[in-house]
């Protein structure tokens, strides 16, 4: 069975800094992991996609990265701002005998102080 | 652009009443999604469709039905609420099961008493 794992849970910056979000897997056998931004009272928004053929996938000021052998990924966000504040999800897409399924961290939530 | 678009965006249901909650996609994705979200449990997937006449259960699909006529529509039915029902629930979709992102709707949120 799949696991995921985000920490830390929370997460609070003063404006400019550079942060890190880990996500840490225990199936390495996996289609894509892909990273989401939640703000409160709203559905979850994409923001990155890794395919478990690749290693890293970027965005703006967001750099996701995959190490499918050691179980791991991180959310690198560059010069936060307080509009960066949300919670943020990872989640892995595991094969399974009769397709596939999708199974989500429960978040880190960021907070950027201006 | 509207997306993946959820109704209600809220309700509140006595026990055992029914009901059943709207999504549509206007971006024919053949992949459709119904998640449920509390507190400490993260996402679950509660059902999830392939493509219009094909549905299939998730990890939690007790007491939930859904129906998939149309590749637009998904809705998701309540027939005998329950308080364990309260919770957030989203509907997300997708243009293939492997390579594209999930888009989600804004959510329900659901009140059982």
């Known amino acids: 069975k799949q696991e995921v794992t985000q920490i830390p849970a929370a997460l609070s910056v003063p404006e400019g800094e550079n942060l890190v979000l880990n996500c840490s897997f225990t199936?390495?056998?996996?289609?894509?992991l892909q990273w989401f931004r939640q703000d409160p009272g709203k559905g979850l928004t994409s923001l990155l996609l890794?395919?478990?053929?690749?290693r890293e996938q970027t965005s703006g000021r967001l750099n996701a990265s995959l190490d499918k052998s050691s179980g791991r990924s991180t959310l690198y966000i560059a010069a936060s701002q307080p509009g960066d504040s949300a919670t943020y999800l990872c989640?892995?897409?595991?094969?399974?005998?009769?397709?596939?399924?999708?199974?989500f961290g429960e978040g880190t939530q960021l907070t950027v102080n201006p | 652009n509207a997306g993946v678009t959820q109704t209600p965006k809220f309700r509140i249901l006595k026990i055992g009443q029914s009901m059943t909650l709207q999504c549509t996609q206007d971006?024919?994705?053949?992949?459709m999604y119904w998640y449920r979200q509390d507190p400490g449990m993260g996402l679950k997937l509660i059902y999830y469709?392939?493509?219009?006449?094909?549905?299939d259960k998730g990890e939690v699909p007790n007491g939930y039905n859904v129906s998939r006529s149309t590749t637009e529509d998904f809705p998701l039915r309540l027939e005998l609420a329950a308080p364990s029902q309260t919770s957030v629930y989203f509907c997300?979709?997708?243009?293939?099961?492997?390579?594209?992102?999930?888009?989600f709707g804004n959510g329900t949120r659901l009140t059982v008493t």
């Open positions: 469709s392939v493509g219009a006449g094909i549905t």
């Open positions: 989640a892995v897409l595991r094969r399974e005998t009769s397709g596939s399924r999708l199974t």
């Open positions: 890794i395919q478990s053929s690749q």
């Open positions: 199936d390495s056998a996996i289609y894509n």
């Open positions: 997300a979709s997708s243009y293939d099961s492997h390579n594209s992102p999930l888009h």
């Open positions: 971006m024919n994705h053949n992949y």
